[in-house]
Structure formats: C-alpha cells, structure tokens
C-alpha cells in the first residue's frame, strides 16, 4: 500500500517538479525584456544614443542598412553569446529561455528605421 502511494504522489507531483527543474524562468513579453537588458545601452527607441552605448559602441538597432543585412539567426546568436567584434555586449544565455530570445528578436526588428 506504501508503495501505491509513493508511486500516486510521484506522478501526481513530476510534472511541476520536472517543470521547475527544466528551467523555473517564467516567459516575459519581448518589451519588458529589452527594457530591462537592452535599453540601457541601445536605448528605448534602439538607436544606442545612450552615454552607456556611446561609450561601449553599442549597435544602432534601427539602422535599416543593418537591419537588411543581418539574419534573425545572428540576432539570436548575439544575444545568446554576447559579441566582442564593434563592442563588448554580454552574453544573456543564463538569463533569457530560448523563447525570450526569439521574441527579442522579433522585437529588435520592428526597431528598424527609415530607410536612407
């Protein structure tokens, strides 16, 4: 009977503990993440106009010449792995799920200016 027991409350509870152990990071909508690891560098309208992005050479999201140029792929790679090519931007892998990478992403496009 112990057994039967242990083994209810085992499948009862797995599928929260195994949620929890995956990752207990709850997803956040793509504004609130760039606002709270983006802007501070690349500033609310994406443009890097901040002294902080200035200084660190920070990317111009809104440049559409980049914006054309670059894949969603290597996007999602600079923010995973951080780059150290133009300036130093931090890895955010052990901050941001797969999910939050994707939406910032999608988030970073609709930063894109006029085309000059």
Known sequence: ???LVVATT???LSPFVFNVSAGFRSERPAAQVYRRYCVSCHG???RAQTSKGKFSHARD????QWQAEVSDERIFNSI???RNVRGNMPAFSNK???KEVNSLVDFVRR???PQQ
């Open 1 to 3: 009977m112990r057994t």
């Open 10 to 12: 085992f499948i009862f």
């Open 96 to 98: 941001l799920n797969e």
């Open 80 to 82: 995973t792995n951080g």
């Open 44 to 46: 609310t309208d994406g």
């Open 111 to 113: 930063l894109k200016g």
């Open 61 to 64: 999201l809104s440049d559409a």
